[in-house]
């Protein structure tokens, strides 16, 4: 058996029977509590009412990671949406919302109205 073809990949795009990649990301529409079809198209187990990570008080690793910059690289929301074993550990899913207008020169030409 081809890797490929047990996690649902055929050349190189993910497809689920008659599902693929894009109708998963049409139904999810931007809401990360919409994410438990992308969670399981991917193979991970999807968080039922996931939480955005940056509303609160940040704790642990995400607080050391989001203090290193004042613009949370971009970031407005962060949702954990899935999550799947791997021994030792295990995996995450994340779905994030950007900022309205980044610092990222990608999205200075679009902020410009460029």
């Not at 029977?17 to 990301?25: K, M, T, Y």
């Not at 809401?31 to 939480?51: H, Y």
Request: charged share 20%.
């Amino acid at each position: 058996m081809k890797l490929g073809h047990r996690h649902g990949f055929e050349r190189g795009v993910p497809s689920a029977g008659n599902r693929d990649i894009a109708e998963v990301l049409r139904a999810l529409g931007g809401d990360a509590q919409r994410s438990a079809a992308l969670a399981s198209f991917l193979a991970f187990q999807p968080i039922t009412s996931p939480e955005d990570l940056l509303a609160g008080p940040l704790h642990g690793g995400l607080k050391w990671f989001f203090a290193q910059r004042w613009d949370n690289f971009g970031l407005r929301e962060l949702y954990r949406v899935g999550a799947h074993g791997a021994k030792p550990g295990s995996v995450g899913l994340y779905v994030a919302a950007l900022t309205e207008c980044g610092l990222r020169f990608t999205n200075l030409d679009a902020c410009a109205g460029a």
